[in-house]
């Protein structure tokens, strides 16, 4: 029994405390309401409320603003069996759209707008240019670089010169830059292609630009493997045989008078008429104000013509393969350019190995300028 004189609430705590229980004083809560806290709530809800209201705008500029870098699906592993085994890939409904003449050959109408009193040099003329600037054939063979002269008309007296080898010599001086030009306007392209296709997103004029080169290059179905396979090179060696054999070395009247280089068929009035043909015969061969308009058609003829389809498909496994381009393997899948067949392509691969034409593939065009020699 515990004395009630020695009962004390100290000695209690101390008894509850040993037991293991414990004794605190409650402490009174303050319930008034701090005025710098009801600052701080009421701005970050206004906060939350202006995010929240300008939200929609936010995300209506941003979709406006970077609509311009939508990706460029690429399909080129998964369509690339396809184009090769010549299928044709399914188009959508939005992509069947017709590609028209203009379309494919609208950068050699520009050259409609050239002079048509440009000048003709005479075959004398150009002998003596040639030997003041030192371009031979020779040296290219032995160099492979070629001398940026451009000329623009073949001289009438190419028909006139008896000695075989001087004329041809002097027609293949004439198409060669030609050539080369035209193939190096394509390399830069391709260049511009890839560079594309290793993006991610793309800029409206890089879209603009695709566009562009699918009409140019006939693809209906905005596919980019087939764009690849279309936009490439014919090989140097290639575009001189075939020139020599359908203007018999520059000689022909289709070349002398209407600069027709590679006998381009057309269904249109403008052309010249053969002057064997029937006169129930439609087509015309194409005539062009200069040559190198007529180089320029020939190369997008090949590129995008149906019947040269193989030897677009033999080309890009070509360059897969090998990362050059053979002319005499070529040259087979070419049996639908003439009526004769494969007669043609039998002659156009002799042309090729008798004048050694192969030498002038890997040949360049020396640049006229340090930026354009960098690029290529």
């Given at each position: 029994?515990?004395?009630k004189?020695?009962?004390?609430?100290?000695?209690?705590?101390k008894?509850l405390?040993?037991?293991?229980?414990?004794?605190?004083?409650?402490?009174?809560?303050?319930?008034?309401?701090d005025?710098?806290?009801?600052f701080?709530?009421?701005?970050?809800?206004?906060?939350?409320i202006?995010?929240?209201?300008f939200?929609?705008?936010?995300?209506?500029?941003i979709?406006e603003?970077?609509?311009s870098s939508?990706?460029v699906e690429n399909?080129?592993?998964k369509?690339?069996?396809?184009?090769?085994?010549?299928?044709?890939?399914?188009?959508?409904?939005?992509e069947?759209?017709k590609i028209t003449f203009?379309?494919?050959?609208y950068d050699?109408?520009?050259?409609?707008?050239?002079?048509?009193?440009t000048?003709?040099l005479?075959?004398?003329?150009?002998?003596?240019l040639f030997?003041e600037?030192?371009?031979?054939?020779?040296e290219?063979r032995k160099?492979?670089?070629?001398?940026?002269?451009?000329i623009?008309?073949l001289?009438k007296?190419?028909?006139?010169?008896?000695n075989s080898?001087k004329k041809?010599?002097?027609?293949?001086?004439?198409?060669l830059?030609?050539?080369?030009?035209?193939?190096?306007?394509?390399i830069?392209?391709r260049?511009?292609?890839?560079s594309i296709?290793?993006?991610?997103?793309?800029?409206?004029?890089?879209?603009?630009w695709?566009?562009?080169?699918?009409k140019?290059?006939?693809?209906?179905?905005?596919d980019?493997?087939?764009?690849?396979?279309r936009m490439?090179?014919v090989p140097?060696?290639?575009?001189i045989?075939?020139?020599?054999?359908?203007?018999?070395?520059g000689?022909?009247?289709?070349?002398?008078e209407?600069n027709?280089?590679?006998g381009?068929?057309t269904?249109?009035?403008?052309?010249?008429?053969?002057?064997?043909?029937?006169?129930d015969?439609k087509h015309k061969?194409?005539?062009?104000?200069i040559l190198?308009?007529?180089?320029?058609?020939?190369?997008?003829?090949?590129?995008?013509?149906?019947g040269?389809?193989?030897?677009?498909e033999?080309?890009?496994i070509q360059?897969?393969n090998l990362?050059?381009?053979?002319?005499?393997?070529?040259?087979?899948?070419l049996d639908?350019?003439a009526e004769?067949?494969?007669?043609?392509t039998?002659?156009?691969?002799?042309?090729?190995?008798q004048?050694?034409?192969?030498?002038?593939?890997d040949?360049?065009?020396?640049?006229t300028?340090e930026?354009?020699k960098k690029?290529?």
């Amino acid at each position: 029994m515990i004395q009630k004189n020695n009962f004390s609430l100290k000695k209690i705590k101390k008894i509850l405390l040993i037991k293991g229980y414990g004794i605190y004083k409650k402490q009174k809560r303050n319930t008034s309401k701090d005025p710098k806290n009801l600052f701080l709530v009421f701005c970050f809800s206004l906060l939350l409320i202006t995010i929240f209201g300008f939200l929609p705008i936010t995300a209506k500029f941003i979709k406006e603003d970077f609509k311009s870098s939508e990706v460029v699906e690429n399909k080129s592993k998964k369509n690339f069996e396809t184009v090769l085994s010549g299928k044709e890939l399914e188009l959508k409904p939005e992509e069947k759209d017709k590609i028209t003449f203009k379309d494919l050959f609208y950068d050699i109408f520009d050259f409609e707008d050239l002079p048509e009193n440009t000048v003709r040099l005479s075959a004398a003329t150009l002998e003596q240019l040639f030997e003041e600037t030192n371009y031979n054939l020779k040296e290219i063979r032995k160099k492979k670089i070629v001398k940026p002269i451009s000329i623009d008309l073949l001289p009438k007296e190419i028909k006139l010169i008896e000695n075989s080898k001087k004329k041809k010599e002097l027609f293949i001086k004439i198409v060669l830059p030609l050539i080369i030009e035209e193939n190096n306007r394509i390399i830069l392209d391709r260049k511009r292609l890839f560079s594309i296709l290793n993006k991610n997103n793309n800029s409206v004029s890089e879209k603009n630009w695709l566009k562009k080169k699918f009409k140019q290059y006939g693809v209906v179905n905005k596919d980019l493997t087939t764009l690849k396979i279309r936009m490439d090179i014919v090989p140097v060696s290639l575009a001189i045989a075939q020139a020599a054999k359908e203007t018999g070395w520059g000689t022909s009247r289709f070349a002398l008078e209407g600069n027709a280089l590679f006998g381009q068929w057309t269904w249109s009035k403008e052309g010249m008429k053969p002057s064997s043909a029937s006169t129930d015969t439609k087509h015309k061969v194409m005539k062009f104000n200069i040559l190198q308009a007529s180089v320029r058609a020939y190369q997008r003829n090949l590129n995008t013509h149906s019947g040269y389809k193989k030897f677009r498909e033999a080309r890009a496994i070509q360059r897969d393969n090998l990362g050059k381009l053979n002319s005499l393997e070529l040259v087979d899948y070419l049996d639908k350019y003439a009526e004769t067949g494969k007669e043609y392509t039998i002659i156009l691969k002799k042309i090729i190995e008798q004048n050694a034409l192969t030498d002038f593939d890997d040949a360049e065009l020396l640049p006229t300028s340090e930026k354009l020699k960098k690029i290529i």
